[in-house]
C-alpha cells in the first residue's frame, strides 16, 4: 500500500510461492548500483527511484 500511495500506480504483478529458487549469476547480482549509467538503468530505474524516495 505504501509503494502503490508513494508511486501513484497499481502493482499489477501477481506474487506466487516458487517450488524451486535459482539464483541468478554472480555478473547479474547488483546489477544497478553495478551499471547505473547503462540505459536501461538510467532512463528507466533511476527516475522510479527518484520518484519514490522525493
Given at each position: 500500500?505504501?509503494?502503490?500511495?508513494?508511486?501513484?500506480?497499481?502493482i499489477?504483478?501477481?506474487?506466487?510461492?516458487?517450488?524451486?529458487?535459482?539464483?541468478?549469476?554472480d555478473?547479474?547480482?547488483?546489477?544497478?548500483?553495478?551499471?547505473?549509467?547503462?540505459?536501461?538503468?538510467a532512463?528507466?530505474?533511476?527516475?522510479?527511484?527518484?520518484?519514490?524516495?522525493?
Amino acid at each position: 500500500k505504501q509503494f502503490i500511495e508513494k508511486l501513484g500506480d497499481n502493482i499489477v504483478t501477481e506474487v506466487t510461492e516458487l517450488d524451486v529458487f535459482y539464483p541468478a549469476e554472480d555478473y547479474h547480482q547488483n546489477y544497478y548500483n553495478n551499471n547505473p549509467s547503462q540505459p536501461y538503468c538510467a532512463m528507466l530505474i533511476t527516475p522510479k527511484l527518484d520518484k519514490y524516495f522525493k
